[in-house]
């Protein structure tokens, strides 16, 4: 029997990442290198949204630039990764025997949530992608159902990608960029946390370790500072659906943890799942 191959959830960053990620872009490197290059992968993103589970099975999935105000050079990136019909039928599959209804979408390409840290991690784009979506509504204990019954894939030779972030207070970097705290077209500005975001990652952190799953599903309620850290959720979504598919009690390693603009924790980390 293969080793099951970890699951990660990834802070993503500014779509500038694409261009000059700097030390994250260099962790997200070594992170794919400990994996190794998987069979496929399924990215779970915190900017594809729908009402109920949606896979995208699309066989030559296009490059999305879901994002505005930036320079023109990133609207000319492209990844062109093949798309996974094959593993979208199987996630639904997975899905749909839990008894969670979901629907494939053949027009669905990538998304910047997926393709800026794939541009580092498996920069040939030469693994087939799809993408999972997320159901903001829903809250913890579904993103966390959804990561258990997609568990199966770590033992398929499946890479399961979260792509969100541990803080996203998108107002606070806002402050930051207008008082010169950061620079969105140079390397992120990485250094220390605001005391919030240490507090709310420090909660995030414990309850992963401990395998907490009522901490993890109840953050909303649970967790310090949570509606600062988060004033909406979609951004730490992913992380328990990452977190979830790697089964019961994984072995939880924080592989990144450096702070941009002092407000967005761009906490990286690597789940194993259990022998």
């Known amino acids: 029997m293969s080793t099951p191959v ?20 260099r962790a997200w490197s070594a992170l794919a290198m400990r994996i190794g290059r998987p069979r496929a992968i399924l990215v779970v993103s915190a900017h594809w949204e729908t009402a109920l589970p949606m ?27 093949p798309g996974a019909p094959d593993l979208a039928q199987r996630a639904l599959a997975l899905l749909a025997g839990g008894g969670l209804a979901a629907s494939a979408n053949g027009c669905r390409g990538l ?13 040939d784009a030469d693994v087939p992608v799809t993408q999972l979506s997320i ?3 829903l809250g913890g ?7 258990r019954l997609l568990a199966p894939l770590a033992g398929e030779d499946v890479l399961v990608l979260g792509s969100g972030h541990m803080t996203h207070n998108l107002g606070e970097w806002i402050q930051a960029l207008r008082s010169g705290r ?3 077209t140079l390397e992120p500005m990485l250094g220390p946390a605001a005391t919030y975001v240490d507090a ?24 310090p500072a949570a509606a600062r850290a988060h004033p909406t959720e979609e951004h730490f979504l992913p992380l328990l659906v990452a977190y979830g598919a790697a089964g019961a009690n994984p072995a939880v390693e924080r592989v990144f943890d450096a702070v941009d603009s002092a407000v967005l924790a761009m906490d990286a980390y690597l789940f194993t799942p259990s022998a």
């Open 6 to 25: 970890p699951t990660v959830f990834v802070s993503h960053g500014s779509p500038m990442h694409a261009l000059r990620a700097g030390a994250t872009g």
């Open 55 to 81: 896979v995208s099975s699309a066989a030559m999935p296009e490059t999305i630039h879901d994002f505005s105000g930036f320079p023109q050079e990133l609207s000319r990136l492209r990844y062109a990764a």
């Open 111 to 123: 998304d910047h949530g997926a393709w800026v840290p794939l541009r580092y991690m498996y920069p």
């Open 135 to 137: 159901q903001t509504a």
């Open 141 to 147: 204990p579904h993103h966390l159902r959804v990561g």
């Open 182 to 184: 950061a620079a969105p």
């Open 200 to 223: 709310f990652r420090g909660f995030v952190g414990d309850a992963l370790r401990q395998h907490d799953d009522v901490a993890l599903a109840e953050w909303r309620e649970r967790a």
